[in-house]
């Protein structure tokens, strides 16, 4: 594992590591493949990476791609680069129909395998199961919720045997981002160097001068014990760096002991220092602005370096900080009925990505990987999921209805838990039949303080997933208008009740 590839908070922990792999023992009867064929011993070598795939084709294919069979009728009145990418584009597809036809005729098993709905899902379980300890764990989740937001396609009459939970799904959805961007950082180095750190020697130094600048910009922004366990972990690179001409030579480094950056910040440092000398005789209030204004340009420049550009305020990331907050003020709001924000999930790419989130429109076109088609969040563009969000049911409950949904917040007694075996539940049943009765009017008291609480809950986890598509934790999401719908409408449709998994996940109240 290199020290620039992405690593899950948890990959560490044991326990979440054996909370996984429960989940995956108590799915996996329900989803492998009923057909004999596809279930029977095979030698197979898939050659498996920390990284998604969709298939397993020859090199030379590049699945990435948008099939197109043919080029675009404008293509001679198109620039140079773009007809570059058309032609690839148009030869790729090609390639990839014949190859699939081929196979469907050659080798009429692997193609089945191939086009089994689930076969990606399924594939990958299979791959990252027993890679969890090398660095596969997020991957490893994020297939497990996926089988789980997908159960009603695997044509099964049982319940999914693991739920979940909606800040388990917001959690693992704050690291969607980072864990794409890093796939898209070894894509971009392919050919160059791989995510385990193969280069090969006619690449090594192009390899050597992209990890030099990769420790420079990780130095700069790491702190403490983080940055001491970098600089070890990384501190070979100086050597290489130095020693390129002679790869055999270790000893030698040329970094030198200030970096152009470390050169700004002092005189930055010394401005200060100036205008505070300036500044300390017979002081005018127009003195005390051209100071104050000064000291603000310095600490925006400091904080600038400091971040390696990231931010002018030393990471504080309120709303009047974003360009693109101030850019949203200017534009103006816009306003989509639920019929128009359909036309806003990624499958135009000439359109933006649009979500709503209890009638609030958040643009995230700056993950098409996660939202646009073919992402790992993809149903959530072009609708508004606000009880999805919550329940953590995607495939039934994406929807703007929230009704009734506090009710997953509220407890239950033990012997009403769902998915109780006969013998638990009489032995709750045992101990209620000697629990204290309350009175109706403590009854009543009781529901109205537990209806308070979990109304509060529903509206701090919708916060928590509004902070994330503001920008406030740092996602370069924005906000971008409302949905727009007729008085009434919600009395229109009719109420529904709990997910399954939500009502399974209700808390068990607690009695002294």
């Known amino acids: 594992m290199t020290p620039w590839q992405y690593t899950s908070p948890q990959q560490e922990s044991p326990e979440a590591h054996t909370a996984l792999l429960e989940k995956f023992l108590a799915v996996i009867p329900y989803i492998t493949p009923k057909d004999p064929e596809l279930t029977s011993p095979r030698l197979w070598h898939p050659d498996f990476h920390a990284v998604f795939i969709e298939a397993n084709p020859p090199l030379l294919l590049d699945y990435g791609v948008d099939m197109l069979m043919k080029l675009p009728e404008n293509f001679k009145a198109l620039d140079d680069a773009t007809k570059e990418k058309l032609r690839y584009q148009v030869s790729q597809s090609i390639l990839i129909h014949k190859y699939e036809t081929l196979t469907a005729e050659k080798n009429p098993l692997m193609y089945k395998a191939m086009r089994h709905p689930h076969g990606k899902t399924l594939k990958q379980l299979e791959a990252f199961v027993g890679s969890t300890w090398d660095n596969c764990l997020f991957p490893f989740e994020e297939c497990l919720v996926r089988v789980e937001s997908e159960w009603s396609y695997f044509g099964t009459n049982e319940p999914c045997p693991y739920h979940f939970s909606a800040e388990e799904i917001r959690q693992h959805y704050e690291e969607v981002e980072s864990f794409n961007k890093s796939q898209e950082f070894w894509k971009a180095l392919q050919g160059i160097l791989t995510d385990e750190g193969y280069a090969s020697k006619e690449s090594f130094s192009k390899a050597v001068e992209i990890l030099g600048d ?21 501190r070979w690179v100086r050597y290489r760096g130095a020693a390129k001409d002679d790869p055999t030579d270790m000893k030698t480094s040329s970094i030198p002991p200030t970096s152009t950056g470390a050169k700004e910040k002092t005189e930055l440092k010394e401005a200060v220092k100036e205008q505070a000398a300036a500044t300390s005789n017979g002081l005018s209030v127009l003195d005390i602005l051209r100071v104050l204004a ?3 340009i310095v600490s925006c420049g400091l904080s600038y370096l400091s971040t390696s550009g990231e931010s002018l305020t030393w990471g504080y990331n309120a709303w009047w900080t974003r360009a693109r907050e101030w850019k949203s003020l200017i534009q103006g709001e816009i306003s989509l009925t639920d019929a128009e924000l359909a036309l806003y999930d990624g499958s135009d790419p000439k359109k933006p990505i649009y979500l709503a989130l209890n009638g609030t429109i958040y643009d995230v076109s700056i993950s098409p990987s996660t939202y646009g088609p073919g992402g790992s969040y993809h149903f959530f563009a072009g609708r508004d999921a606000a009880r999805a969000f919550l329940t953590g049911c995607f495939a039934e409950d994406s929807v703007p209805d929230l009704r009734g949904v506090e009710q997953m917040y509220m407890p239950v007694d033990p012997e009403d838990k769902t998915g109780l075996k006969p013998e638990e539940r009489e032995k709750e049943l045992e101990k209620a039949r000697t629990r204290k009765k309350l009175t109706k009017g403590e009854l009543k008291n009781r529901h109205a303080q537990e209806v308070k609480s979990a109304r509060k809950q529903v509206v701090a986890g919708l916060e928590s997933w509004h902070k994330l598509f503001r920008g406030d934790k740092g996602k370069k999401y924005r906000r971008v208008g409302t949905v727009r719908r007729e008085e009434g409408w919600l009395e229109k449709i009719p109420k529904r009740g709990l997910c399954e ?5 209700r808390p068990v109240r607690k009695y002294e």
């Open 214 to 234: 990769l420790r420079e910009v990780g130095l700069g922004n790491l702190k403490g014990e983080e940055r001491r366990s970098f600089d070890e972990e990384t």
């Open 501 to 505: 998994n939500a009502e399974k996940g």
């Open 294 to 296: 000064g000291l603000l």
